[in-house]
C-alpha cells in the first residue's frame, strides 16, 4: 500500500499561512502531485486563515498520501471553540464553505488538547470512487463513526462532498414549480456564459440542432441579463439578420414565465424582435430560474405547430443541462481566481507593519479588480472618520475624487456592508466639477478588528456599471482581512512610537561645552528599529570644584555596556545612566559613585544585569590642559593618544559592577595636555569581527588610534567609526559606543 507522511507546526502569526502553503505545494511536489497542489494550497489557506484568526494558537499541518486518496489536516490548540460555520452559525467567513468546494470530502476531528479540519482530495489520474448514500464521507458510515467517545478516542465529524452536477430531471422538476420572476436573482449574466468557450460551443451545436430537427429557416439563443434585457447568445439561419431591441423578460408571454415551450405568430414579442412571421420557442432553465429562450424562426405563418413546440422543449432540456455544466465551470474559474486572490492579498497585507502603506495596499488591490475607485476611512478616539487614502483607476479623477468625498457625509458606522449616498450630499459646486464620479454606485464596508470599528472602505463604479454579488461578498472578505492588518499597524506604530519615546528618554540631553576639551561621542545600538541598546554614554556638569574659584567647574562622563540585549538591557541602562548623574549631583566621589552603583544593581535580584562601566570626572588645570579622575569596572580600558603619536592604557583594571557586594574602588589619575586625547569605547569596537580576527586583536585599536594624530576629536571619533563599520564585511551585531576627548 502506497503510504506517505509529512507534517509541520507554524506559530499563531499572520506570515504562517504563506509557510503552510509553501510547505502543501512542496510536499505535494515531492510525492509527484502537482496537479493537486492549487486545489490543496488554497484549502490549505483558509484553513490556516481560520486557525490564527478563531484559535489564535499556533498549528499543525499535517499531509497523507493514502491508497488513491490525498488528506491534510489542519490543527489548532484550541478545542473548545467550535468551528464557525459560515451561513449556518457564524457571521463572518468564507473558510468551510470554500472547502467543500474544492474538496471530495471534509471533516472535523477533535480531542481533549487539539482541533483538526481536514480534507481529502482525489489523487490525480485515480478514478473517483462513487459516494457513499446521503453525501457523507465514508467514515461517517462506518462503526468506527457510530461508536461513542469512549469506544474511539477522538471524534470525527463529516463533512459533505463536493456538489455533483446537475441531474437530468433538474429542469423538469423545476418547471413543474414555476419558475421564479426575480431577474435580479438571476444565477449567472448572460454575458458571463459568452465569456465561457463551452457555453458558447454549446449554444451553436444546439441552434444548429434546433434548425436541422425542426426544419426552420433560422434559429437562437436569447439570454438573459441581471437587469432582464435578453441578449443573443448565438443564432444561425434568418435568426442572425435581425438585431433584439428593447427585448426583455418582462415582454415574454405567459408560456415563457411558467416554464413551457410555445408556438406564436407575428404578434409575439419574441417573433417581432427577430422579424418572424412565426416561432417555436422553450425556455431555458437553471435551478428554477429562467436564463434564456431557444427559438426556432420562420417566414411563412402558421410554420410550426405544438408537436413542434414539443421536440423543442426536450432539445431546451438538453441545451439547459449543457449550459448549467458550462455555467457551473465557469463560476468555478472564477470562483478559484478569487479564492486565489484573497490568498495573495493576504500575503502582502501580512507584508507591512506600516499603516500608511497598508492603506494604500487596500486601495490598490480594491482598484481596478473589484471597483472604479477606493477609499479608505479611519476611525480614532480622538477624531472621527477621517479620509486617509484614496485611489481611483484614472490618476486624472483622484483630486476631484477627494475633493468629492471630502465635501460628502461622513462615512457610515454600519456594522455591514451596504450601499452608501454619502456622494449625494456634496454641494452642488463640487458634484460638478468631478463629474460623473458624483453619480456612481456606491458600496461601504466597515473596518472591524477585535470587536471594534477602525475604518471604512467604500468602493465606487459608475453608473452603468453595478457591483455583481460576488464582487460585494470579495469585498467583504477582503475588508474582514485589511481590517486586521490596518488594526495590527496601528498597534505596531504605538509601540513602535512608545518604545522610541521611551528609548529616547534614556540618551543623554546633550553634550555639555567644557572649556579646554573636545568632546566627541559616537553611538550605534545595534537592534534593528532600536535607539537603545545595552551600550551607553553620558557626559554631564557635576558642580563647582571645591576651593576653586567660582567659575570653574567639575564634569563627569561615562560609558558603560550591560549584558545582555533588548528590553531588559535597556532597563539597566536607563538605571545606570540616571544613579550616575543622580549620585554624582550628591558630590559623591568616583569611587563611591560606582560602590552604590554596585548595590542598586545587586538590589535588582533577578532582573539584574552585569554591567562594565568606565566612569571619571574631569577638572581643569591650572595652566594646560585638564586632569581626569576614573574608574574602569570590568571595562576596556581607556587609551591615551600623545602628540608624538604614542599610545598607553590610561587605567588600571577593576571588578564589573553587579556580580559582588563590597567592592573597593579606586580611581587612576590622567593628565591630558593640549592636543592629547583620551579614547574610551566599549567591546563593540574591540570585538569587531571578520572572520575569525578581531580588530582589537595585536594592538589593533592601538595602531588604529596612533593613525588620528593631531586630528580634531570629531575627527578621530569619525575614523574609529569608519574603521569599525569596513573592518567586517558584515554588519556589526554588537552595539557601539565610544567617547573621545581632546584637550585644546
Known amino acids: 500500500m502506497d503510504r506517505q507522511t509529512a507534517s509541520a507546526t507554524f506559530p499563531s502569526a499572520a506570515a504562517a499561512v504563506a509557510d503552510a502553503r509553501r510547505f502543501v505545494r512542496k510536499v505535494l511536489a515531492d510525492w509527484g502531485m502537482d496537479e493537486a497542489a492549487d486545489d490543496a494550497v488554497l484549502a490549505t489557506s483558509e484553513l490556516a486563515t481560520n486557525a490564527i484568526a478563531y484559535a489564535g494558537t499556533s498549528f499543525d499541518v499535517s499531509c497523507r498520501l493514502e491508497d488513491g486518496e490525498i488528506k491534510i489536516e489542519v490543527r489548532d490548540r484550541h478545542p473548545t471553540r467550535g468551528i464557525e460555520m459560515p451561513g449556518v452559525t457564524a457571521s463572518s467567513g468564507r473558510g468551510l464553505p470554500s472547502i467543500a468546494r474544492l474538496a471530495a470530502s471534509w471533516g472535523v476531528s477533535y480531542d481533549h488538547r487539539t482541533k483538526g479540519v481536514w480534507f481529502r482530495l482525489p489523487r490525480p489520474g485515480a478514478a473517483a470512487e462513487p459516494a457513499p448514500a446521503g453525501g457523507q464521507d465514508a467514515a461517517a458510515g462506518t462503526p468506527e463513526a457510530a461508536a461513542g467517545p469512549a469506544d474511539r478516542g477522538p471524534r470525527e465529524r463529516a463533512g459533505r462532498d463536493r456538489a455533483e452536477q446537475p441531474r437530468d430531471g433538474a429542469a423538469a422538476q423545476a418547471r413543474e414549480g414555476g419558475l421564479s420572476g426575480d431577474v435580479g436573482d438571476m444565477p449567472v449574466a448572460g454575458d458571463r456564459l459568452l465569456r465561457s468557450p463551452a457555453a458558447v460551443e454549446a449554444m451553436e451545436d444546439g441552434v444548429a440542432t434546433v434548425r436541422e430537427v425542426l426544419g426552420a429557416e433560422g434559429a437562437a439563443v436569447l439570454?438573459?441579463?441581471?437587469?432582464?434585457?435578453?441578449?443573443?447568445?448565438?443564432?444561425?439561419?434568418?435568426a442572425a439578420e435581425p438585431p433584439l431591441g428593447e427585448l426583455s423578460v418582462a415582454g415574454l408571454g405567459p408560456a415563457a414565465r411558467a416554464g413551457s415551450p410555445w408556438v406564436a405568430a407575428a404578434g409575439d414579442p419574441v417573433a417581432t424582435a427577430l422579424r418572424a412571421r412565426s416561432l417555436a420557442a422553450a425556455p431555458l432553465e437553471s435551478q428554477g430560474r429562467l436564463t434564456g429562450v431557444v427559438v426556432a424562426v420562420s417566414s411563412v405563418s402558421g410554420r410550426f405547430d405544438e408537436a413542434d413546440g414539443v421536440r423543442l422543449g426536450r432539445l431546451a432540456d438538453e441545451m439547459s443541462l449543457s449550459l448549467e455544466k458550462a455555467r457551473v465551470g465557469e463560476l468555478e474559474r472564477s470562483w478559484r481566481g478569487w479564492l486565489s486572490f484573497v490568498a495573495e492579498a493576504s500575503d502582502l497585507l501580512a507584508g507591512t507593519l506600516d499603516q500608511e502603506r497598508t492603506m494604500a495596499l487596500v486601495a490598490q488591490l480594491v482598484v481596478p479588480r473589484l471597483a472604479t475607485w477606493c477609499a479608505v476611512y479611519t476611525v480614532t478616539e480622538a477624531e472621527p472618520d477621517r479620509l486617509a487614502y484614496v485611489w481611483h483607476a484614472d490618476e486624472n479623477r483622484s483630486d476631484g475624487l477627494r475633493e468629492l468625498l471630502e465635501h460628502a457625509g461622513a462615512a457610515p458606522p454600519m456594522d455591514g456592508p451596504g450601499p452608501w449616498t454619502?456622494?449625494?450630499?456634496?454641494?452642488?459646486?463640487?458634484?460638478?466639477?468631478?463629474?460623473?464620479?458624483?453619480?456612481?454606485?456606491?458600496y461601504a464596508f466597515p473596518l472591524i478588528?477585535?470587536?471594534?470599528?477602525?475604518?471604512?472602505?467604500?468602493?465606487?463604479?459608475?453608473?452603468?456599471?453595478?457591483?455583481?454579488?460576488?464582487?460585494?461578498?470579495?469585498?467583504?472578505?477582503?475588508?474582514?482581512?485589511?481590517?486586521?492588518?490596518?488594526?495590527?499597524?496601528?498597534?505596531?506604530s504605538a509601540q513602535t512610537a512608545m518604545s522610541s519615546a521611551l528609548q529616547r528618554s534614556l540618551l543623554p540631553p546633550g553634550i555639555p561645552e567644557i572649556p579646554g576639551l573636545e568632546v566627541?561621542?559616537?553611538?550605534?545600538?545595534?537592534?534593528?528599529?532600536s535607539e537603545v541598546g545595552g551600550d551607553f554614554y553620558d557626559v554631564f556638569e557635576s558642580g563647582p570644584q571645591p576651593g576653586g574659584p567660582a567659575p570653574s567647574s567639575r564634569w563627569r562622563f561615562a560609558i558603560g555596556d550591560v549584558?545582555?540585549?533588548?528590553?531588559?538591557?535597556?532597563?539597566?541602562?536607563?538605571l545606570a545612566r540616571h544613579a550616575l548623574r543622580i549620585l554624582s549631583a550628591e558630590d559623591m566621589s568616583v569611587p563611591a559613585v560606582l560602590t552604590r552603583l554596585n548595590r542598586l544593581i545587586l538590589g535588582e535580584g533577578e532582573r539584574g544585569r552585569l554591567l562594565t562601566l568606565l566612569h571619571g570626572e574631569i577638572a581643569a588645570r591650572r595652566h594646560d590642559g585638564v586632569r581626569i579622575r576614573l574608574t574602569s569596572?570590568?571595562?576596556?580600558?581607556p587609551l591615551v593618544l600623545d602628540t608624538e603619536g604614542g599610545v598607553r592604557e590610561a587605567a588600571s583594571a577593576q571588578a564589573l559592577l553587579g556580580v559582588f557586594d563590597g567592592v573597593d574602588f579606586h580611581t587612576d589619575t590622567v593628565d591630558l595636555r593640549r592636543g592629547e586625547v583620551l579614547l574610551c569605547v566599549t567591546d563593540g569596537v574591540t570585538e569587531r569581527r571578520s572572520g575569525s580576527r578581531l580588530l582589537g586583536d595585536g594592538d589593533g585599536l592601538e595602531r588604529l588610534l596612533a593613525g588620528c594624530t593631531g586630528l580634531s576629536a570629531g575627527a578621530v571619533a569619525a575614523r574609529i567609526q569608519r574603521a569599525v563599520r569596513d573592518f567586517g564585511p558584515e554588519p556589526s551585531n554588537d552595539d557601539i559606543a565610544l567617547i573621545v576627548l581632546r584637550a585644546s
Open 563 to 574: 549584558c545582555g540585549t533588548g528590553p531588559e538591557a535597556a532597563a539597566v541602562t536607563g
Open 422 to 442: 454619502g456622494l449625494a450630499t456634496a454641494p452642488e459646486d463640487v458634484r460638478a466639477a468631478a463629474g460623473g464620479t458624483a453619480a456612481d454606485h456606491v
Open 633 to 637: 569596572a570590568g571595562h576596556p580600558l
Open 223 to 238: 439570454l438573459t441579463e441581471r437587469d432582464g434585457r435578453m441578449i443573443m447568445g448565438s443564432s444561425t439561419g434568418t
Open 520 to 529: 566627541a561621542v559616537v553611538y550605534e545600538p545595534a537592534g534593528e528599529g
Open 449 to 492: 478588528a477585535r470587536g471594534r470599528r477602525i475604518g471604512t472602505i467604500v468602493i465606487g463604479r459608475p453608473p452603468g456599471d453595478r457591483f455583481p454579488r460576488s464582487a460585494v461578498e470579495l469585498a467583504e472578505e477582503l475588508s474582514r482581512r485589511a481590517a486586521l492588518a490596518v488594526d495590527n499597524a496601528r498597534l505596531f
